[in-house]
């Protein structure tokens, strides 16, 4: 594959589609997808299983800058920061559960990862998950959000950690968003909008960099250093706009919440459907 402007563009152009949206409740696999599918055509200029892997690899650059604006809770976690408590002498977020949340999709992961990438990685599939992760979003914001109990991600419960890694699991399906199923989930189950955030933000960091990894590993045959500047140049725009993304999103979720975005998710799928399908 011979790399000139043009491609490095379409690799910055999905960049930036991945890191404005891997972490608004409105899908970057659903994004990438349709920009790809629509306008960009990347399969045209790398095989079917390097354009595929390629849409997971780049979030590696969103899972970077997460663990930059996280870094100190990371650490924290890890044990080496020595302070489990906050300034109130409430307990801390802990690792086991974040990984408590993990253990659904995880599990469903591996085992349909095969057919997810055979079946589920098209324009038509990403509009149905667009539509009804939407529905959710709505119904967490009307039913749920009013009172919240859990002000703080440090407030988490193992129980609500693990219930929410079972909504989570709706998000293997391309288009219905991964922070769009943990928020709804998280607020139906009595935690503020920026706690979910924050608790999905950080769950998010294992679980894509698992996903991301294995799928290199399974594809490292299909790759070929003519294409290494693609990836690269994915990557990097990726982290940059992640960053700038998700300081934003921080700021907003408990003024905004999950409609507008749910709103935008049902107009742009009844867009795609009747301008290009």
Known sequence: MEMDLLTLIKAIILGFVEGMTEFAPVSSTGHMIIVDDMWLHSKEFLSKYEANTFKVVIQLGSILAVVIIFKDRFIEMLGLGGRSKNSEGQSRLKLSQVIIGLIPAGVLGVLFEDYIDEHLFSTGTVLIGLVIGALLMIFADIFGGKNPKTISVDQITYKQAFSIGLIQCFSLWP????????????????????????????????IMAGAS???????????????????????LSAFVFALISIRFFLKMINKVKLIPFAIYRIVLAGLIYFIFL
């Not at 990894?213 to 990557?235: C, Q, R, T, V, W």
């Open 175 to 206: 288009g219905f968003s991964r922070s769009g199923s943990t928020i709804s989930g998280g607020v139906l189950l009595g935690l503020t909008h920026r706690a979910a955030a924050d608790f999905t933000f950080i769950m998010a960091v294992p």
């Open 213 to 235: 990894m294995l799928s290199l590993l399974k594809n490292l045959e299909y790759f070929s250093l003519d294409a290494l500047p693609f990836f690269i140049a994915g990557f």
